[in-house]
Structures are given as structure tokens and as C-alpha cells.
């Protein structure tokens, strides 16, 4: 047996409870009568995977269906991987121990680029052949992928049977059922993609063919197999309704997110224009405050944690936000469960909000500025003015806060050496604010740390279009920040530009880098997120290896009219409004939130109501 | 405030809860359990409950000991009940009593184990000519960095059997806020005897005790 195999090891490797399942909250069921068997898999390690809410969610909710199973996989440590190696234990999901080949379907969620190259060494540690093309025709094995990935899933294509597009809680059932239904049938592997296909949020990548022209922009998608020319993504209607889990998996060992978690809002009203997750999550839509109150509950007395956070976009755009936190602090206080808000913006921060979030947490306040200069931060759309940032300061500093984490991005578009220098002035203004404050908290000096990221072009935003910097331009702005601020007083951190260079190369890639991730792969590359493990040379070889031109993807500016490789997928929002919006940003000119206005995104037709 | 004593047991999967992950589960257990369970009056009151003895990661256990003070009075068999509830698979409450002893009148513990071997019959012997020396030098690790101990005094052999496939040992172990040696030591002393090769399995705690070979309770 496997677990007997597994066990004769686990005491060799770092967090043995990682890899034996048994925790509270886990299915278990009868495998004798179970029609369809689904390994959720995350990859990468079980302390972040076990963090994510969307898993939870799916988990839950395909197991409430009898006959369907739904087990969790993680990709191992590079210990546990070595052991499994060595000793030809095959990947297998958590509940049963069994081997992750045997299931019905591999689900992959593909919440960022640098864990590709751990899908491919996870099919590889299954035993799954790793490209599509060389799985049996028997109807098995089918290995799909959702998350905000999938939105430009194409550099993927070669790999995965099917892309989930969109909210999977109706869809993966639909796609369940549908798969139950033709197993008895005896059906293949290609008469259930084939109907599958027509499911909506369904792409089947092998019936899309790319062409391209000589300049090596794509020329046209054709489609085989009676696919559907446009593939549009799946959102829940009545999002109150939604299903929503009455118990998590409760971890042994500490996890990222140890905590119960509660979504309390889908969507975004701000439109942020670099932000991916403002335009592919649309429309915006809003659970009452009884709903979140009773999951809230709900959570907290079946998974026994102490600690519980509502999760969204921005929880400061609820409409109830005030009356919500007053009857959630309500419970949670006199049940001693601690409260967290992470995500909240710096224009709407009250002082009876500050007054609320004191009570629930001590530690610093952490805004996203993302500009340094008001010019900039009008093109980018966040819609946020220095008063308001000052204010919100203000407002944090009287009511005892010391410390501030500010958050920056780096190569924005038309950003200049006076948008860098900005970054350190505004820094500077905070900390004359907090000195000009008469009850500023006493004999504490002022903390402000700046984080800055290296901006990432994504798909289906309005900067979609944009290149990114160059390691040279980011290298002189991270250097001119750096002069820039003159006092300890003020903390600079930031990201390494090489991984943001290979986030943009696989978020805006085609289907020609599906042979580069696996040659990466094939090199030794995995865990790519991780600093330890991040190797920007072997990446580099593989794209050379291929013949693939890095700058194409990352460093050139892609055309309005030209073909993406993700025009064939609808997320709802329109390309004429990405456009319209890329051109505004270029004028510096501002777009109001979805609630002051409607700017015309096109999400409202194809949900067929106004969103407010 | 309520005294209590629960007796645990810890085998299949949960033997891989680290000691450290075991207290956030048994914090998590006691939320889950709807207990009136008591909680500590400080500035950051939180509930309060303590662990007789940690167990390696890895051991089996069917005598855990576990404290914890709750508000009101209960049955005890209702606390068991209530607890066994939402225990995670493999952990389960043997009973709840009243604190008799103090944590500190633990003196011994004692573990069951199978050492496996090809060659049963020269292992036996290898243990035998182990268990006759005068001293059984082991290095421990402590705080203040390796120190060389004689374990051979304080190693009480309950039961040593020789089977097919093992030979199968009860040894009792000094344990308590003195002195604490993990029959790993007596393993790996074993192993460096460069007998018979063998690998242990099944390490399981069966007792804590008191002076006088009382059970702790």
C-alpha cells in the first residue's frame, strides 16, 4: 500500500503532516462509490496552498455531491520530492493516498506564472504524461486549469486538456456531470472535449490553431471540432447565494493564511489600470451582512480558529462596511476571535473604520499608493490624491499608529525620474506630518517603509498593450530611489526585476513558450517564485534554446489592432474599452469608480443588468 | 475554576502533529468543542492548558497527558465526549479525571517498540551484550551543547522478546522536569554497536510514572 510507503519515509523530511492528510475538515469518502474522482492540485507547497481560499471553496462544494470526490495535492518540498524519487512514490492527493493518476480529473488553480514549471513537475512526479497530446484516448486523466492565469492560458495550451474560464462553481459541476454521463458511455477522451467545448467558461485548447506572421505577431486562431469561436468566462449571478463553506481543512502545521476566511465581495469598482484582478473578477457584486455574519460564524465554530478574515478586492468598497464590521466585532469580540481587514483603500479610511480596525489589530497600516507623483497615479488610475493619503495618515498617527508600509510600483507607463523622486518626497511629507502632530504617540519615532514592485503589463487590463521596462531602465530607477531618500526614517525595499521580467513573458506569452517552460523545466526550473530556488539564467537559456526573442513578449509595445493571444477569450470586459482606457491613461486623465459613474466597460451587456 | 486531567492517546496519522503544532490544534480542538473551557486573565488572555510530557515527533502514544482548567463544573465524561467530537483522526480522549499528582512528580516513562531485523536471532544477542556493559556512553544534545552521559543505570528493561521478523522491546526511560532520555538513545547506541542491522518501528509510549511505579494521574 502507499501509505505504508509513505510512512516508512516521512520522518526523513522537514513537516511530515504536510503529507499524510488525516486533518480536521477533510473528506473522506467510500471510493467503491464515488463516479467521479477530482484531485484539486495546488502548485506549489502545502503551506501556501492550503491558503487558498478559491481550493476551499471548490473543495467544499464538489464534495457536498455524494458521488463526486474531491481530494487536495500540493507539490512536495524538495526533500519530500527526492524521497518520492527515489523511492517511485507516484504523487497522490491527501485524503486517500491514492496515486493523483488514477482520478478522473488533475485541477490545477493557476494563481501566478512562476508556479508553471511546478505543474509540469507535478504531472511529471504523477506519472501523467506532461503533454496533452500524449494522454490516452481513454476518458481519464483529464487535467484542467482555472484561476486568473487562465485568462491568457496559451502559453500553457500544450499541457493542460481543458481551461476553466471564470467563477468554477457552477462550470467544474457542469463539466463533472457531463463527464459521468459519457464515462458510462464508454465515450473517449476526444468525444467528451469535444462536448465539453460547448459548456460555457469550457476551452479546449487543442481545437484552436494559431498562425502567425513573418513580424511574429499572431496572423489568425482558427477553430476545429465545432469549438465555439469565442470562449466566455463563467461568473455567479446571484453571488449571495453562492455556495460558501461551512467548514475549512484545518492545517496541523502553521500555513500562510492560518485563519478562517470569509468573501465578502467579488469585483472591483476602481479600475485601477495595471491591475488584472479590477478587470477579470467584473462585475461587482456584494454578499449581505447577514450572509457574511452567518458564514463568519459558521467557520469559526467548525474549523476552531480564533482568527478570521474577510476576504476581497477592497473591503472598504462594501456598502455596508461600517454597519458589518459593528455587528462582526459584535461576535467576534465576545467570542475573543480576532478580526483582520487586509485590503482596505486609503480614500474611504474613516476615523470610526480606524476606530474598528484598532480594535481587532496592533500592528502597522499598509496603503497602496502605487504612485509617487499625482500625475502618475492619474494614469494609472488610482484614484487616490496626496490630501487623501496624508489625511488617512493623519487619521492612522493620532489614532497611535507609528509605522506606515507604503507600496510602489516601478516602471509604470510615462513614468519619469520625477515619479521616482516622488516616491521619496511624499515619504518625507509623511514624516513631516507626523512630527507637526501634537498627540502623535509618545517617545516613538516615525516608521515608513516603501515596498516597490517592478510594474507587470497584464492581459485584460488597459495597460495589456504597455511594455515593460528593461532591467537597465528598472536598475537606474531603483538606484535613483534609492538617493533619493535620505533618512533612516524611511525603509526601500524591492522586488528583483529578472522575476518580474519572466512574469510578464509568460503572463503575455503564446503558444510558442510552451516548449520554452518545458525546456526550463527540463533544466531544473521550479519553484520559480521562490527566491531560493529562482534561476533567471536557466530560464534565459531555455527561451534561447527555442529560438524565442524575450523583448517580443516583454520590452515591445503590442499593437490596438494586432491579434493577442488572449483575444479569443471573454472576460466580459471589451477590448474597445481597454483601448479607450489606454488611451486615457496617456492623457493623464482620470476614469471615476463603477458606483460615481459607468464607464462603459461592456460587462454590463453581457450580464444583461446594470451593475449598480 | 475547574481542574482537569484528560488522558490522550496519539497514534495512526497524528503521530506526524509536531508538539508545537499540537498545542495549536488542541487550542483549536477546545474552540470546536464548545467547552467552557477557562482562559488566563492577563493582558492577552488566552486559554490555559499544558502538556505533561512532549512527545517525539513520530511516536505512537496511548497515555498522553494533558491539563486544562474549565469555568464551570461538568461531568467528566461529558468533557471526553464533547472533546472526542472534533478530535482529529488518530487522536482520542481515554478519559478525564481530576489532577491527582503534580506534573512534577513524574519520574518515568515508558515505550514499546520493534526492532526489525533479518537476523533476529544476532540482534538479540547484539541487545543482550548491550544491556551487560557497564556503561552505555551516548552524546545528547542539550542546551549547552553535546554532552557524553551513561544511560545504562537509568535503562529499565520491562520486556525483550525475540520474534520472526523482530525483536520486540518494553523499556522504561527517566522522564519528568529532570531528566528525560527518548529510547532513541538506547536505539542509536544500539546502532553503533554495528550489529545486526535493524530499523525500529512502532514507537509507541504506553505509561507515565510516579515514584514506586505508580501511573501517573
Known amino acids: 500500500m502507499l501509505k505504508d510507503l509513505i510512512e516508512k519515509h516521512l520522518l526523513e523530511v522537514q513537516k511530515p503532516s504536510r503529507y499524510i492528510g488525516g486533518e ?3 473528506v473522506i469518502k467510500d471510493k467503491s462509490k464515488i463516479d467521479v474522482r477530482f484531485a484539486f492540485c495546488f502548485p506549489d507547497t502545502y503551506d501556501i496552498g492550503m491558503s487558498h481560499l478559491g481550493m476551499k471553496i471548490l473543495y467544499s462544494l464538489t464534495n457536498e455531491r455524494e458521488n463526486y470526490w474531491c481530494e487536495r495535492c500540493f507539490a512536495p518540498g524538495e526533500d519530500f520530492e527526492a524521497v518520492m524519487r527515489e ?9 486517500s493516498l491514492d496515486p493523483i493518476k488514477e482520478f478522473d480529473f488533475i485541477g490545477f488553480t493557476m494563481q501566478y506564472e512562476l508556479s508553471y514549471t511546478n505543474v509540469l513537475n507535478m504531472l511529471d512526479l504523477a506519472g501523467i504524461p506532461i503533454f496533452a497530446a500524449d494522454r490516452t484516448q481513454e476518458l481519464t486523466q483529464i487535467v484542467v486549469a482555472g484561476g486568473p492565469c487562465v485568462c491568457n492560458p496559451e502559453p500553457l495550451a500544450d499541457f493542460f486538456d481543458i481551461f476553466i474560464l471564470g467563477e468554477g462553481e457552477e462550470v467544474n459541476l457542469e463539466l463533472m456531470d457531463l463527464y459521468a454521463e459519457m464515462k458510462k458511455q464508454g465515450a473517449s477522451r476526444d468525444d467528451f472535449l469535444r462536448r465539453a467545448a460547448h459548456i460555457e467558461g469550457v476551452y479546449v485548447p487543442k481545437f484552436y490553431h494559431f498562425s502567425y506572421k513573418t513580424d511574429g505577431t499572431i496572423d489568425k486562431i482558427t477553430v476545429s471540432d465545432g469549438a465555439p469561436e469565442v470562449i466566455s468566462k463563467r461568473i455567479i449571478k446571484d453571488f449571495d447565494k453562492v455556495f460558501y463553506p461551512d467548514n475549512f481543512v484545518v492545517p496541523f502545521t502553521e500555513i500562510v493564511q492560518d485563519r478562517a476566511s470569509v468573501e465578502v465581495l467579488r469585483g472591483c469598482i476602481r479600475g485601477c489600470r495595471f491591475c488584472q484582478a479590477g478587470f477579470i473578477y467584473r462585475p461587482f457584486r456584494e454578499k449581505h451582512t447577514e450572509t457574511i455574519c452567518k458564514e463568519v460564524k459558521c467557520l469559526c465554530e467548525n474549523t476552531g480558529y480564533d482568527e478570521v478574515s474577510l476576504a476581497s478586492l477592497s473591503t472598504s468598497d462594501h456598502s455596508e462596511i461600517d ?7 459584535d461576535y467576534t469580540v465576545s467570542e475573543r476571535i480576532n478580526l483582520s481587514l487586509p485590503s482596505l483603500r486609503v480614500d474611504n479610511f474613516s476615523e470610526s473604520l480606524l476606530e474598528k480596525i484598532k480594535k481587532v489589530r496592533k500592528s502597522g497600516l499598509t496603503f497602496a499608493a502605487e504612485g509617487g507623483t499625482q500625475r502618475l497615479r492619474d494614469v494609472i488610475n488610482k484614484n487616490v490624491s496626496e490630501e487623501e493619503i496624508m489625511n488617512t495618515c493623519r487619521i ?12 510602489f510600483m516601478m ?4 513614468e519619469t525620474d520625477e515619479d521616482i523622486v516622488g516616491i521619496a518626497e511624499l515619504a518625507n511629507r509623511i514624516i513631516d506630518l507626523y512630527y507637526s502632530i501634537e498627540n502623535r504617540p509618545k517617545g516613538r519615532g516615525v516608521q515608513i ?8 503589463p497584464k492581459p485584460f487590463t488597459p495597460f495589456q498593450f504597455e511594455p515593460q521596462d528593461t532591467r ?12 533619493s531618500v535620505k533618512t533612516k526614517k524611511i525603509k526601500v525595499s524591492y522586488h528583483n526585476p529578472d522575476v518580474s521580467q519572466l512574469e510578464v513573458i509568460l503572463a503575455k506569452g503564446d503558444r510558442r513558450l510552451c516548449k520554452a517552460i518545458y525546456t526550463a523545466w527540463k533544466k531544473g526550473c521550479k519553484f520559480d ?5 529562482f534561476n533567471f539564467e536557466k530560464w534565459m537559456d531555455a527561451f534561447a534554446d527555442c529560438g524565442i526573442d524575450t523583448s517580443f513578449y516583454a520590452n515591445r509595445r503590442f499593437e490596438y489592432d494586432e491579434i493577442l493571444p488572449w483575444d479569443h477569450l471573454d472576460y466580459y470586459v471589451s477590448k474597445e474599452f481597454l483601448i479607450r482606457e489606454n488611451k486615457t491613461a496617456h492623457k493623464s486623465v482620470t476614469t471615476p469608480n463603477c458606483r460615481l459613474r459607468c464607464s462603459g466597460c461592456g460587462v454590463n451587456k453581457k450580464v444583461g443588468r446594470e451593475c449598480f | 475554576m475547574i481542574r482537569v486531567r484528560a488522558t490522550f492517546e496519539k497514534c495512526g496519522r497524528a503521530k506526524y502533529i509536531s508538539h508545537l503544532d499540537l498545542n495549536r490544534c488542541m487550542l483549536r480542538t477546545f474552540r470546536r468543542s464548545g467547552l467552557p473551557i477557562w482562559y488566563t486573565e492577563g493582558f492577552n488572555p488566552h486559554p490555559y492548558y499544558s502538556f505533561a510530557l512532549a512527545l517525539s515527533l513520530g511516536f505512537e502514544s496511548s497515555c498522553e497527558i494533558l491539563d486544562f482548567n474549565l469555568n464551570e463544573e461538568m461531568p467528566y465524561d461529558e468533557i471526553r465526549d464533547k472533546l472526542n467530537a472534533v478530535m482529529p483522526e488518530g487522536m482520542k480522549i481515554i478519559k478525564v479525571a481530576e489532577q491527582k499528582q503534580k506534573i512534577t512528580a513524574i519520574t518515568e516513562a515508558e515505550y514499546s517498540f520493534s526492532l526489525v531485523s533479518d537476523d533476529t536471532e544476532r540482534l538479540y544477542g547484539d541487545i543482550e551484550a548491550l544491556l551487560g556493559m557497564p556503561e552505555i556512553l551516548i552524546e545528547k544534545k542539550t542546551k549547552k551543547g553535546i554532552k557524553t552521559v551513561d544511560i545504562k543505570p537509568s535503562i529499565k528493561v520491562m520486556r525483550c522478546e525475540k520474534n520472526d521478523r523482530s525483536v520486540d522491546m518494553v523499556i522504561r526511560l527517566p522522564a519528568g522536569t529532570q531528566t528525560n532520555f527518548n529510547p532513541t538513545l538506547f536505539i542509536d547506541a544500539l546502532r553503533n554497536c554495528n550489529g545486526a542491522p535493524f530499523e525500529p518501528e512502532k514507537i509507541r509510549r504506553t505509561g507515565i510514572f510516579c515514584e514506586n511505579n505508580e501511573i501517573f494521574s
Open chain 1, 24 to 26: 480536521v475538515g477533510s
Open chain 1, 87 to 95: 523511492n517511485n512514490i507516484p504523487l497522490y492527493a491527501l485524503e
Open chain 1, 323 to 329: 454597519p458589518m464590521l459593528t455587528a462582526l466585532l
Open chain 1, 396 to 407: 492612522a498617527f493620532e489614532g497611535g499608529y507609528s509605522s506606515v508600509k507604503l507600496y
Open chain 1, 411 to 414: 516602471g509604470l507607463p510615462t
Open chain 1, 449 to 456: 517603509s516603501i515596498s516597490c514592485a517592478t510594474f507587470v
Open chain 1, 472 to 483: 537597465e531602465m528598472i536598475e537606474h530607477k531603483q538606484k535613483l530611489l534609492l538617493d
Open chain 1, 529 to 533: 517564485s521562490w527566491d531560493e530556488y
